[in-house]
Antibody, heavy 121, light 110 residues
Framework: QVTLKESGPALVKPTQTLTLACTFS??????????VSWIRQPPGKPLEWLAR???????IYSTSLKTRLTISKDTSKNQVVLTMTDMDPGDTATYFC?????????????WGQGTKVTVSA | QSALTQPASVSGSPGQSITISCTGT?????????VSWYQQHPDRAPQLIIY???NRPSGVSNRFSGSKSGDTAFLTVSGLQAEDEADYFC??????????FGGGTKLTVL
């Protein structure tokens, strides 16, 4: 069974750096075609794709947030980490990680439950 | 990359069919077969219902179908049921290897 679970602080202050972890099971990020993305959803608003890391360690970022994001993976821990610098109240959202596998295009076939992050002083 | 355009809301009666559009450009929807659709119930994670424009994952009802014409993709839900009431999002791969989501459509079953 494939699962993903996000973890990180529920509250961060403006200007701080957010670090989120996505811990997964049931697949290996070393397998050709596997990808993990981070996606966020502000309260009552649409989904926004943030970043993706691929099985070969290629990393792709949202053009609008590229300067603030870093994505990395620890294959031995089955974990993908996202850092976002200079947090702002506008970054308040539920942050999801999701898997993409070979044969489904770039679709997110399995999602984590999401973790809520509030940015406030 | 601008968000894909979806209608804010659609509605239909039980048993009817509805179609949700998702309009992009030649650099995303029009240029690739990598359009997918997601269903999201309140306070839940999204669930994949269509990938690569027309394909349904195992376990997804065949009442959901997808298509594309030019820069616009479509999700059709036939035989509407109360449980279909949810938000629906499209997403597409883009010419710069990013992904872009639509603004979401709220489906109301009357």
């Amino acid at each position: 069974q494939v699962t993903l679970k996000e973890s990180g602080p529920a509250l961060v202050k403006p200007t701080q750096t957010l670090t989120l972890a996505c811990t997964f099971s049931g697949f290996s990020l070393s397998t050709t075609g596997m990808r993990v993305s981070w996606i966020r959803q502000p309260p009552g608003k649409p989904l926004e794709w943030l970043a993706r890391i691929e099985w070969d360690d290629d990393k792709i970022y949202s053009t609008s947030l590229k300067t603030r994001l870093t994505i990395s993976k620890d294959t031995s821990k089955n974990q993908v980490v996202l850092t976002m610098t200079d947090m702002d109240p506008g970054d308040t959202a539920t942050y999801f990680c999701a898997r993409t596998r070979l044969g489904t295009g770039y679709a997110f076939d399995i999602w984590g439950q999401g973790t809520k992050v509030t940015v406030s002083a | 990359q601008s968000a894909l355009t979806q209608p804010a809301s659609v509605s239909g009666s039980p048993g009817q069919s509805i179609t949700i559009s998702c309009t992009g450009t030649s650099t995303d929807v029009g240029g690739y077969k990598y359009v997918s659709w997601y269903q999201q119930h309140p306070d839940r994670a999204p669930q994949l219902i269509i990938y690569e424009v027309t394909n349904r994952p195992s376990g997804v009802s065949n009442r959901f179908s997808g298509s594309k014409s030019g820069d616009t993709a479509f999700l059709t839900v036939s035989g509407l049921q109360a449980e279909d009431e949810a938000d629906y999002f499209c997403t597409s791969y883009t010419n710069i290897a990013t992904l872009v989501f639509g603004g979401g459509t709220k489906l109301t079953v009357l």
